[in-house]
């Protein structure tokens, strides 16, 4: 059965530290992994990958691939109070995406 | 349209009766899915649609959960005779295809109380 698995579920931080944020997956006919932020009700999207080894960046954060370990990580350095969210890591194939557990992180000023 | 419109927002209603909840997806889009989301939990995957066939609906959680698109856009979520585990936020999403490359768009969610 695919899944998709995220840890840590939370980590609580202060403002300017740097988070580490994981994502392992096994999904049949793997096309993309992807990360979304959901601070209300409504994920929006941060990442897509589909190639390992290459970093996508986006201001403070930044993800990279690893499909031959099945994982992902993003990465939020000089976390910010707004940094505070869900995150929730998908992959999928041809069809369908699943998603992990999310992560919440909050950060103290 | 601009974004993917869900309706109604918020939705209360009895132990047993039926609801539907509707998306209105982003103009265009082929794919569509719906999700489950229980408070502080991940999203849980429903059924998703690649115009009007719905090929994958292994998430649906019971044959009370059902769900239909028409016109290849607007799709409802029906739950009949509700139970309280049912209550959680019905999130639907939208992308351009399917394939696996494409980003999903989401809209704000309905959130479901069943009493």
């Known amino acids: 059965e695919d899944k998709v698995v995220q840890s840590p579920l939370s980590l609580v931080v202060h403002e300017g530290d740097t988070v580490t944020l994981n994502c392992s997956y096994e999904?049949?006919?793997?096309?993309?992994l992807l990360w979304y932020k959901q601070e209300k009700k409504a994920p929006t999207f941060l990442f897509m990958l589909?190639?390992?080894?290459i970093e996508k960046k986006s201001g403070r954060l930044s993800s990279i691939l690893d499909k031959k370990e099945l994982f992902s990580i993003l990465n939020i350095t000089a976390t910010q109070t707004g940094d505070s969210a869900i995150y929730l890591c998908g992959s999928g194939n041809t069809g369908k995406l699943i998603f992990g557990q999310g992560t919440t992180l909050q950060v103290k000023p | 349209g601009a974004g993917v419109s869900q309706s109604p927002s918020n939705k209360v209603t009895e132990k047993g009766k039926d609801v539907e909840l509707r998306c209105d997806p982003i103009?265009?889009?082929?794919?569509l899915y719906w999700y489950r989301q229980s408070l502080g939990q991940g999203l849980e995957f429903l059924i998703y649609f690649q115009g009007n066939s719905a090929p994958d609906k292994s998430g649906l959680p019971s044959d009370r959960f059902s769900a239909e698109r028409t016109g290849g856009s607007v799709s409802t979520l029906t739950i009949q005779r509700t139970q309280q585990e049912d209550s959680a936020v019905y999130l639907c999403?939208?992308?351009?295809?399917?394939?696996?490359?494409?980003?999903?768009?989401f809209g704000s969610g309905t959130q479901l109380s069943v009493l």
């Open positions: 103009s265009g889009h082929t794919a």
């Open positions: 589909t190639s390992s080894g």
């Open positions: 999403a939208s992308s351009r295809q399917t394939g696996g490359r494409e980003k999903l768009f």
């Open positions: 999904v049949t006919n793997f096309r993309s």
